[in-house]
Nanobody, 114 residues
Framework: QVQLVESGGGLVQPGGSLTLSCAVS???????VGWYRQAPGKQRELVAS???????NRVESVQGRFTISRDNAKGTMSLQMNSLKPEDTAVYYC?????????WGQGTQVTVSS
């Protein structure tokens, strides 16, 4: 069973930056990698995803601020978050999926506050 472990969350001031990382126990080659977030009282939403070929998709609210990346050789994915806003506060989850599998990490808290 594949396992995903996130790291890198924390408390940051508005305008600051954080990088989230996710280590996968198996290969990520051929899978879609993604980052989701869930704020209190809200549904989990897709933040950004990247296909094997490099095509990316990001929610409009993070365009120009967040960058998703993947390293197939290391079995990792990352989310670089810049110009953070209070509304980015949420638990962030990494996800690995294809037509047969959808696996999740345990989540990491990101809090943007002064």
């Amino acid at each position: 069973q594949v396992q995903l472990v996130e790291s890198g969350g924390g408390l940051v001031q508005p305008g600051g930056s954080l990088t989230l990382s996710c280590a996968v126990s198996g290969t990520i080659f051929g899978y879609v990698v993604g980052w989701y977030r869930q704020a209190p009282g809200k549904q989990r939403e897709l933040v950004a995803s990247m296909q094997e070929g490099g095509a990316t998709n990001r929610v409009e609210s993070v365009q120009g601020r967040f960058t998703i990346s993947r390293d197939n050789a290391k079995g990792t994915m990352s989310l670089q978050m810049n110009s953070l806003k209070p509304e980015d506060t949420a638990v962030y989850y990494c996800n690995l999926r294809d037509s047969r599998l959808s696996a999740w990490g345990q989540g990491t808290q990101v809090t943007v506050s002064s």
